[in-house]
C-alpha cells in the first residue's frame, strides 16, 4: 500500500517529559515523525522539536494529538529579592510546556 504524499511539514517544539507521549500519540496517524533534542526558550530548559510530515488532510488530527499530549505547567523559580540585606530567594510561579507549532508547504518530497 502505497502512503499519500506528505504535503505540510509541522514542527512542533515540546517539553522533554512530553516527546514520548507525543511521539505515540502521531505514531497513531501513521505519519513520519523524526525526533531532534533541543534546549531554549526563557528557561534553557531541554525540550524536542518534532519534525512531522503530513498528507493533506491530517493537520488537524496531528494538532489535535499535539494539544492531547503537550501540556502546560507551572513550575517556580527561586529569583533573589532585590533590596534585601540577604539575598532570600523568592519562588515566582512560570508557565512552561505545552507545544509552539509550526506548518510549513511541502513542494517536493523524496524518499530514498
Known amino acids: 500500500m502505497e502512503q499519500a504524499p506528505i504535503r505540510h511539514l509541522m514542527m512542533a517544539i515540546v517539553q522533554e517529559q512530553d516527546v514520548d507521549l507525543a511521539g505515540r500519540a502521531l505514531a497513531t496517524l501513521n ?8 534546549s531554549g526558550g526563557f528557561l534553557g530548559r531541554r525540550n524536542a522539536t518534532l519534525l512531522i510530515g503530513l498528507p493533506e488532510g491530517l493537520e488537524e488530527q ?7 499530549s503537550c501540556r502546560q505547567r507551572i513550575e517556580y ?14 519562588p515566582v510561579p512560570v508557565t512552561v510546556g505545552g507545544a509552539t507549532v509550526f506548518t510549513l508547504p511541502v513542494e517536493r518530497y523524496e524518499e530514498f
Open 62 to 68: 496531528a494538532m489535535i494529538a499535539l494539544r492531547k
Open 77 to 90: 523559580l527561586a529569583i533573589p529579592l532585590e533590596g534585601s540585606p540577604m539575598p532570600l530567594p523568592t
Open 31 to 38: 505519519v513520519p515523525v523524526i525526533h531532534l533534542a533541543s
